[in-house]
């Protein structure tokens, strides 16, 4: 009997999300509909940080942030405004901000996030200038003529008659 009071009362929640979720979708427009999904796609999901909550399947916390994003637009709140929101809430597990790791990705604009997109650029010219470095030495020991001094003279000699016997 537990079981199915249980089982009810989680539809009954669920339907309850579900219709708030609705109920604030109505109310976006296109433009705050697209903010909507880009946010959905920049938040972690705070249950299990096993991916962006756009992608994450249903469940309470999915549901909350959802409707926290789209309450948050209606109100007016710019995207940065919404992302600090969520940067400052606090987990419930650990009692402290959930700071940059409900992000999925860093904010440009910050000095790490700034570091990081930049540190691509970096490696990939590091990386073109080491591959020119290697191709102008291996074309280097290409143009580079092998002297006879190299081989020893018993090996000279027998090139020698070889090369002999067959003219």
């Known amino acids: 009997m537990k079981k199915y009071t249980i089982a009810l009362l989680l539809v009954f929640v669920g339907i309850a999300f579900t219709q708030n979720y609705e109920f604030y979708d109505k109310k976006l427009t296109d433009d705050q509909q697209e903010k909507a999904i880009y946010l959905e796609k920049n938040i ?7 991916g962006p909550v756009y992608m ?3 469940n309470q916390k ?22 600090d929101h969520f940067r400052n809430s606090i987990d419930s597990r650990t009692g402290q901000p959930y700071g940059n790791r409900i992000l999925a990705s860093p904010k440009a604009s910050e ?6 997109y930049w540190m ?15 191709l102008n030495k291996m074309k280097a020991q290409k143009d580079t003529p ?6 020893p003279d018993d090996t000279l000699k027998k090139i020698e008659t ?4 067959r003219s």
């Not at 994003?69 to 007016?76: C, D, P, Q």
């Not at 092998?146 to 081989?151: K, N």
């Open 44 to 50: 972690m999901a705070t249950c299990c940080f096993g």
């Open 56 to 58: 994450h399947g249903k």
């Open 62 to 83: 999915t549901e909350e942030i959802k409707i926290t994003i789209r309450r948050l637009l209606i109100e007016g709140k710019t995207t940065d405004e919404i992302l």
């Open 111 to 116: 000095t790490v996030g700034k570091v990081s």
């Open 120 to 134: 691509v650029v970096g490696f990939f010219i590091i990386g073109l200038v080491l591959l020119a470095i290697a």
């Open 146 to 151: 092998q002297s006879q001094e190299d081989l």
């Open 162 to 165: 070889e090369l002999s016997d």
